[in-house]
């Protein structure tokens, strides 16, 4: 597994940066989430893997309240981000939201130009009050998404206009504009082709300088070449956690061998 | 594979039963189809066609010019030309002027066959008053000898269009062969003719025994000022409300009722919404009858729930992924909604509108309840004092001319269903336009 890693940077911060503890999630009366206990560290790239409806989608959507917006879902448990309870009564989500960006499974650009696309955030937050500011936040997004090349000439061309990897990576930059520190990605990488992939996978490696990311995917190869931690949940416990070398190489629970070895999931 | 049974049931040159029969059905169900968008096509042609035939001629009218001599003796004794004492002398003085000026004419033609009585009633009962309103607002007129066109009589203009002729005027009281003779005679010399009417656009209602004067105008502005208040009023509360429902309220109890209500409230038929707004906005609120402001909260009331239904599915139809990535970089739900889903759902939501606001234009029932079925000859002021004062309705106009004895108001009663239909084709094509126009694909 080793050799196919993009790079083996050591996890040069060992900070953590959410910690969930005896995290449970309802769906109605279905637990969707059970007692779930486990660090993310900063600066570090944790992959969550497992089969499907294992929880880890739903689980990734607690640490911006995203499932706030799903009536029937209810949240047990604290998460600490930086020490802070995101799911206190004062914590306002929007507010969390610009510290915690997510990437979701489908491209979802909005049907606005490229360059709006980006600037949304900033201009909600009041991140940029001069016209050059944003410009230059806009900028250096899509420089960081690896995207700036391709676009810089038609910044006001819809959004939607743009090819699937992308798009993608636009929505990459649209969440990394408020200069969140941990950024989420549901799948970010299953409606793309190969090479849209790797090119987002390397993508991901270069965020780490900046921002910790969390990571959900259903490849597993994705997970050995991305991530430094791997977190693989099954039926909405959280199996194992640890280093990725060690979970794909020398797992210490039968099921997460199963698993990756192709036997479950 | 096991060997075929006979060579032939394999070959797929020959269709076996099962193919023939499924064929003839899909045949069948094509002929059905296309046999109801005739009868559908045939049944629209034959509206608009009747509707066409009977309404055309209400758009051209038969005028005679004549040459009235306007006496200062008979109009302004004191020679002041005040209008205020020259009002003294009423429509019954003019209508003689009129009546020789048409007589000296007839007889400068040859045409002496006929009475006085008959000369004066070929002219409309309405020229009067237009002469006199004429001479009102130009004293200096009098002592002249003024051309000055008017209407003719409904019967007269019938003949021009074909609906009275020599055999049926021997049993008509109201119009002799003698009238037609002297009307062709005018005609051969120019005086008469048959030509668009703009009057009936913009004139105000008349009396039954005019139908010839009879126009839109209050009824165009009645109905439009109605649908001015039902924009106004219905737009925002609508769109506000759906949002309100589909973005932020949550699922329970109460919305499920609310929901269930909306959509009962659709199809709860108009004339109830007539008597509620009789009993509610008149009765209670003290509203003025026959006021358009009634007439419109009372739409208002009847198309808030096709808005509604209409808007929830246009939200409905915006894409979660588009509120999610919102949410996701930090949009506030009402940032999410107001800045992203809005403008998605923008097209659906207006063609909603522009089909409710049709819906209320061609809305006679309630409008009868709540007095606006009423005799109206004055226009009402501009908005929004005008929103107050009585004036009647297209449909309404539509209804209330039906109702009339006299056969030329069933011309003008097409007329009016064409000038109605027409509003109503402009409102759709718009809708549609709209929709081409602004449908975003994500």
């Not at chain 1, 660090?39 to 640490?63: E, H, N």
């Not at chain 1, 910044?155 to 939607?160: E, R, V, Y």
């Not at chain 2, 030509?195 to 009396?207: K, M, Y």
């Not at chain 2, 009789?278 to 358009?292: E, H, K, V, W, Y």
């Amino acid at each position: 597994m080793k050799d196919i890693q993009l790079e083996n940077r050591a996890v040069t911060d060992e900070k953590t940066k959410i910690a969930a503890n005896n995290v449970n999630v309802y769906y109605g009366d279905t637990r969707a989430i059970k007692d779930v206990n486990i660090d993310i560290k900063s600066r570090t790239v944790t992959a969550f893997i497992g089969p499907s409806g294992c929880g880890k989608s739903t689980f990734l959507r607690c640490l911006n309240r995203m499932n706030d917006t799903i009536d029937s879902c209810r949240v047990e448990g604290r998460i600490l981000l930086d020490n802070e309870d995101i799911y206190d009564t004062k914590v306002d989500p929007v507010q969390l939201r610009a510290k915690v960006g997510m990437v979701f499974q489908k491209p979802n650009p909005f049907p606005k130009s490229i360059y709006d696309n980006v600037a949304y955030g900033p201009r909600i937050h009041g991140l940029a009050s001069k016209k050059a500011d944003l410009d230059g936040i806009v900028e250096d997004s899509l420089r960081k998404a690896a995207l700036w090349d391709e676009v810089k000439d038609r910044l006001q061309a819809p959004g939607t206009g743009l090819s699937g990897g992308q798009q993608q990576r636009l929505c990459i930059a649209r969440a990394i504009a408020t200069s969140p520190e941990v950024l989420l990605m549901d799948e970010p990488c299953s409606a793309l082709d190969p090479i849209a992939t790797a090119q987002v996978e390397e993508l991901i490696d270069g965020l780490r300088t900046n921002f910790s990311v969390v990571i959900v995917t259903h490849s597993m190869q994705q997970a050995a070449r991305v991530s430094q931690q791997t977190a693989f949940f099954h039926l909405g416990n959280l199996v194992e956690l640890g280093d990725t070398d060690h979970v794909f190489t020398n797992p210490t629970d039968p099921r997460t061998e199963s698993y990756i070895t192709g036997r479950i999931g | 594979m096991t060997a075929p049974s006979t060579a032939a049931s394999t070959s797929i040159m020959v269709a076996d039963a099962r193919t023939l029969k499924r064929n003839a059905a899909e045949k069948r169900f094509r002929a059905y189809g296309l046999a109801a968008i005739f009868a559908g096509l045939l049944a629209l042609v034959l509206l608009v066609g009747s509707i066409l035939n009977n309404g055309a001629s209400a758009f051209k009218q038969t005028f005679i010019q004549i040459d009235v001599t306007l006496p200062e003796s008979k109009l302004d004794k004191s020679g002041v030309r005040d209008p205020e004492v020259m009002k003294k002398a009423t429509t019954v003085t003019y209508a003689p002027l009129l009546r020789d000026g048409l007589m000296a004419k007839l007889d400068e033609l040859g045409v002496t066959d006929i009475e006085k009585k008959e000369v004066g009633n070929m002219i409309s009962k309405e020229a009067a008053a237009q002469l006199r309103n004429h001479v009102l607002a130009n004293p200096n007129l009098i002592g002249q000898t003024i051309p000055f066109e008017v209407l003719a009589n409904g019967r007269i203009d019938g003949f021009f269009k074909g609906r009275v002729d020599f055999a049926s005027a021997e049993l008509d009281k109201n119009v002799s062969p003698a009238q037609l003779n002297a009307a062709l005679a005018l005609e051969d010399a120019g005086s008469l003719e048959t030509r668009f009417n703009l009057g009936f656009l913009t004139a105000p209602d008349a009396s039954d025994q005019r139908p010839e004067a009879a126009g839109l105008g209050v009824a165009i502005l009645g109905s439009l000022y109605m649908m001015g208040v039902v924009l106004l009023l219905a737009l925002p509360i609508g769109v506000t409300a759906s949002i309100y429902l589909e973005e932020f309220a949550p699922t329970n109890r109460w919305t499920d009722l609310i929901e269930v209500n909306i959509s009962n409230l659709a199809a709860v038929p108009s004339i109830v919404f007539g008597i509620l707004g009789l009993a509610i906005f008149i009765n209670f609120a003290g509203l003025p009858q026959s006021a358009p402001i009634v007439g419109g909260l009372v739409l208002t009331l009847m198309t808030l729930p096709t808005i509604i239904i209409a808007t929830r599915a246009s939200l409905k139809s915006v894409p979660p992924s588009i509120r999610d990535a919102a949410l996701g970089v930090g949009a506030s739900k009402m940032q999410a909604v107001f800045h992203h889903v809005l403008p998605l759902a923008a097209p659906g939501i207006l063609t909603g509108t522009i089909i409710g606001l049709a819906q209320a234009l061609g809305e006679t029932a309630p409008l009868l309840l709540i007095g606006m079925v009423a005799f109206v000859r004055e226009y009402p002021a501009g908005p929004p004092e005008g929103l107050f004062d009585p004036a009647t309705a297209l449909p309404v106009q539509i209804y209330n001319w039906t109702q009339r004895a006299d056969p030329a108001f069933v011309e003008r009663a097409s007329g009016a269903i064409i000038i109605l239909l027409l509003f109503l084709i402009v409102m759709n094509a718009i809708a549609v336009m709209l929709r081409r126009r602004f449908e975003r694909r994500w």
